[in-house]
């Protein structure tokens, strides 16, 4: 049973940071890509960043490229998301998920597992 815990979540200015933590157990952490994902009331989750399990390759969507940068500690079983920059449209639940074997970053469907999600609020 794979379990992801996110924390890290919160309120901030517009402008201002967070780091978001997903604490990972169940499985051999170091053997699978991860990814983060979020979703803002009334829209649809949306791909966020992922990245490869050695940590060598990462991904992000365009509107957080520049921005945000996710990496991943294989001997803490955790991966990270730093979010800089902040702006009101990054409001969301941001989940992360371990991914499957696919060569498809951007698709939920993609993932296998997913964490419980941390509010974050961005005021202007």
């Known amino acids: 049973q794979v379990q992801l815990v996110e924390s890290g979540g919160g309120l901030v200015q517009a402008g201002g940071s967070l780091k978001l933590s997903c604490a990972a157990s169940?499985?051999?952490?170091?053997?699978?890509?991860m990814g983060w994902f979020r979703q803002a009331p009334g829209k649809e989750r949306e791909f966020v960043a992922g990245i490869s399990w050695s940590g060598g390759s990462t991904y992000y969507a365009d509107s957080v490229k520049g921005r945000f940068t996710i990496s991943r500690d294989n001997a803490k079983n955790t991966v990270y998301l730093q979010m800089n920059s902040l702006k009101p449209e990054d409001t969301a639940v941001y989940y992360c998920a371990q991914k499957g074997y696919s060569s498809s970053w951007y698709s939920d469907r993609v993932y296998d597992y997913w964490g419980q999600g941390t509010q974050v609020t961005v005021s202007s």
């Open positions: 169940g499985r051999t952490f170091s053997s699978y890509a």
